[in-house]
């Protein structure tokens, strides 16, 4: 077998700016006045296209107004399709595995900044120039005083190359691993739309497919009461896809419905073999039936109690919950890696969703020790080791007797 894993989707820098005033008047004029009308909404996600729409003025200017003009305070790979590669890429690169990150990039001087970004963790990058065309970003806006002090952010996209990123930007090699990530696509739009055909052709190949969704911002903003298509609305891709990642408020979007209860009913009808719903601090929901999965019919697991308990103690400790999900992700693949390896040595049967939704628990609760998506180790393997007593401490405490 190939040790690989090949993943692609969402990848943009993040412009952090730590201390912008949500009361102030330049971020008042910009406040939505109705759902979908591209203002701004404090937690959430606009696209600039959209909020230069809703206030007549130019992306540039609208961002220079909600910034005054200075620089950001920090400028951070994220994404959630790479930063899930890069954990993997830090744990698993050790073990003889390459991670390969397809993606594009424009040809302006932040495109360049974000190959610096990427060449320094051990992924390896198939990439494409297109000419004419800027980086993919996230102007994230951070209010500390907001909500009584407990604090906010506001996220302002501009897809870039993003959305000129067609399926046949990805090399055929691509898709010869057996493993592939699809990460965040939502902030893709063009592969976002050919999913149902990307996820056949490497299921064809013999593939494993795990899907990680993104909120849909995009077709939020064109239906905010209906489903959100995942893939060609004909012909969803759900039933070529062997593990999806959601988040709750994710789930239910997808499903077009309205509580999570009813979002688990539409996943386990639509063809998907095995899913994994996360609900931020509280125990996530994960559910196989059939397929390459042992059957585990509705579990519920826990965040890591040694990080809460940790980071209670130690509040000095806390970074933030930027990049926790796309973390869990990384987790999640990194054990399914493994585990195929241990298939391939004649070691294992069918794949067990139970443990690698434990490594992507621990994988997340890693990252509430930093500020940003991607860790920077400080030598090889450190990411291994700082994982080791947060994975000891579930087995033994959390879920004694049930895995080794």
Same mark, same amino acid.
């Given at each position: 077998m190939?040790?690989?894993?090949?993943? /692609?989707?969402?990848c943009?820098l993040? !412009?952090?700016?730590?201390?912008?005033?949500?009361?102030?008047?330049?971020? &008042?004029?910009f406040?939505?006045?109705?759902?979908?009308?591209?203002?701004?909404?404090p937690?959430?996600?606009?696209?600039?296209s959209?909020?230069?729409?809703?206030?007549?003025?130019?992306?540039e200017?609208?961002?220079k107004?909600?910034t005054g003009?200075?620089?950001?305070?920090?400028?951070?790979?994220?994404?959630?399709g790479v930063v %899930?590669m890069?954990?993997?890429? &830090?744990?698993?690169?050790?073990?003889?595995?390459?991670?390969?990150f397809?993606? *594009?990039?424009g040809?302006?001087?932040a495109?360049e900044?974000?190959r610096r970004?990427?060449?320094?963790?051990?992924?390896?990058?198939?990439?494409?120039?297109?000419?004419? /065309?800027?980086? #993919?970003?996230?102007t994230?806006?951070?209010?500390?005083?907001y909500?009584?002090?407990?604090?906010?952010?506001?996220?302002?996209?501009?897809?870039?190359?993003?959305?000129?990123?067609?399926?046949?930007l990805?090399?055929?090699?691509?898709?010869?691993?057996?493993l592939?990530?699809w990460?965040?696509t939502?902030?893709?739009?063009?592969?976002?739309?050919?999913?149902?055909?990307?996820v056949k052709?490497?299921?064809?190949?013999?593939? *494993?497919?795990?899907?990680g969704?993104?909120?849909?911002?995009?077709?939020?903003?064109?239906? #905010?009461?209906?489903?959100w298509?995942?893939?060609?609305?004909?012909?969803? %891709?759900?039933?070529?896809?062997?593990?999806?990642?959601c988040?709750?408020?994710?789930?239910?979007?997808?499903?077009?419905r309205?509580s999570?209860?009813?979002?688990v009913?539409?996943?386990?009808?639509?063809g998907c073999? %095995?899913?994994?719903?996360?609900?931020?601090a509280?125990?996530?929901?994960?559910?196989t039936k059939d397929?390459?999965?042992?059957?585990?019919?509705?579990l519920?697991l #826990? *965040?890591?109690?040694?990080?809460?308990?940790?980071?209670?103690?130690?509040?000095?400790?806390?970074?933030d919950?930027?990049?926790?999900?796309d973390?869990?992700?990384?987790g999640?693949?990194v054990?399914?890696a493994r585990?195929l390896?241990?298939a391939?040595?004649?070691?294992?049967g069918?794949?067990n969703?139970?443990?690698? %939704?434990?490594?992507?628990?621990c994988s997340?609760?890693?990252?509430? !020790?930093?500020?940003?998506?991607?860790?920077?180790?400080n030598s090889?393997?450190?990411?291994?080791?700082?994982?080791?007593?947060?994975?000891?401490?579930y087995y033994?405490? /959390?879920?004694?007797? *049930?895995l080794?």
């Amino acid at each position: 077998m190939k040790k690989r894993i090949a993943g /692609t989707g969402c990848c943009l820098l993040d !412009y952090l700016y730590t201390d912008i005033d949500f009361s102030a008047q330049p971020f &008042q004029s910009f406040l939505s006045k109705k759902g979908g009308d591209g203002g701004l909404v404090p937690g959430q996600l606009v696209f600039a296209s959209g909020l230069a729409g809703f206030s007549g003025m130019s992306e540039e200017e609208c961002l220079k107004q909600l910034t005054g003009g200075f620089p950001p305070d920090a400028v951070n790979l994220g994404g959630p399709g790479v930063v %899930a590669m890069v954990h993997a890429s &830090q744990v698993l690169a050790p073990e003889g595995w390459d991670i390969t990150f397809s993606g *594009v990039f424009g040809d302006d001087a932040a495109s360049e900044e974000m190959r610096r970004f990427v060449a320094s963790y051990p992924v390896s990058l198939q990439e494409k120039t297109l000419p004419g /065309t800027c980086v #993919p970003s996230t102007t994230v806006l951070s209010d500390p005083r907001y909500n009584s002090g407990a604090g906010e952010r506001t996220f302002i996209n501009r897809l870039g190359v993003a959305d000129s990123f067609e399926p046949f930007l990805l090399e055929d090699d691509f898709f010869d691993a057996p493993l592939f990530l699809w990460g965040g696509t939502g902030l893709v739009p063009p592969l976002h739309r050919n999913l149902t055909s990307l996820v056949k052709r490497s299921k064809a190949a013999g593939g *494993v497919n795990v899907v990680g969704t993104v909120y849909d911002f995009l077709n939020e903003s064109l239906d #905010p009461e209906g489903p959100w298509p995942l893939g060609d609305p004909a012909e969803p %891709a759900y039933p070529w896809i062997d593990l999806l990642i959601c988040d709750q408020e994710e789930a239910v979007r997808l499903s077009g419905r309205k509580s999570l209860e009813d979002a688990v009913t539409f996943l386990k009808e639509s063809g998907c073999r %095995a899913f994994i719903i996360t609900r931020g601090a509280d125990p996530l929901y994960l559910y196989t039936k059939d397929g390459i999965f042992r059957e585990q019919a509705g579990l519920s697991l #826990p *965040v890591s109690p040694y990080v809460n308990k940790d980071l209670h103690a130690n509040p000095g400790k806390r970074g933030d919950t930027t990049g926790c999900g796309d973390n869990f992700v990384g987790g999640v693949m990194v054990s399914l890696a493994r585990q195929l390896d241990q298939a391939e040595a004649g070691e294992g049967g069918l794949l067990n969703l139970l443990e690698a %939704a434990v490594e992507g628990v621990c994988s997340g609760g890693l990252a509430l !020790y930093r500020k940003g998506g991607c860790r920077v180790e400080n030598s090889a393997g450190e990411t291994k080791l700082l994982l080791e007593p947060i994975r000891r401490d579930y087995y033994e405490n /959390t879920l004694p007797g *049930v895995l080794k």
